[in-house]
Nanobody, 127 residues
Framework: QVQLVESGGGSVQAGGSLRLACTTA????????MGWFRQVPGKEREGVAA????????WHNPSLKARFTISRDDAKSTVYLQMDSLQPEDTAMYYC????????????????????WGKGTLVTVSS
C-alpha cells in the first residue's frame, strides 16, 4: 500500500495563500500522475491539478483561472499545490491522488481511476 501524506491545509482569509504538500513513495514519476482533487460535502469530487512524466508536465483545472500551481520536488518525493488569491468557494477538503500514467487522462474528474488517495487536508477560506 502506497501512502500519500498531505500537509499544509488550514484557515486563511480571502485573498490569502496556502501551499499544500503531498509526500509519497508512489513513484517513479515516469509511470505515475500525481495531483490533487477537492471535495465539498454534498458535491462531486473535482480535479484541481496534476503533474506527470519525467518532464513534469502539468494540467490545471481551467476554472481555477491560474490561481493554483502544481509542482514537485523529486528529491523530496513531494508534490506541492500553491494556492493564491484564495476565495471562500475554494473551501474544501483537498486530497492528494496518484494515478497510473496509463490511466491518466485529462481533465481529472470524479470518475478518474485513482490508484491511491491521501487522507485529505482541510482548507477553509473566510470572507
Amino acid at each position: 500500500q502506497v501512502q500519500l501524506v498531505e500537509s499544509g491545509g488550514g484557515s486563511v482569509q480571502a485573498g490569502g495563500s496556502l501551499r499544500l504538500a503531498c509526500t509519497t513513495a508512489a513513484g517513479p514519476y515516469s509511470r505515475t500522475c500525481m495531483g490533487w482533487f477537492r471535495q465539498v460535502p454534498g458535491k462531486e469530487r473535482e480535479g484541481v491539478a496534476a503533474i506527470y512524466g519525467a518532464a513534469a508536465s502539468t494540467w490545471h483545472n481551467p476554472s481555477l483561472k491560474a490561481r493554483f500551481t502544481i509542482s514537485r520536488d523529486d528529491a523530496k518525493s513531494t508534490v506541492y499545490l500553491q494556492m493564491d488569491s484564495l476565495q471562500p468557494e475554494d473551501t474544501a477538503m483537498y486530497y492528494c491522488a496518484a494515478v497510473s500514467l496509463l490511466s491518466c487522462r485529462f481533465p481529472w474528474v470524479a470518475s478518474t481511476p485513482v490508484d491511491y488517495w491521501g487522507k485529505g487536508t482541510l482548507v477553509t477560506v473566510s470572507s
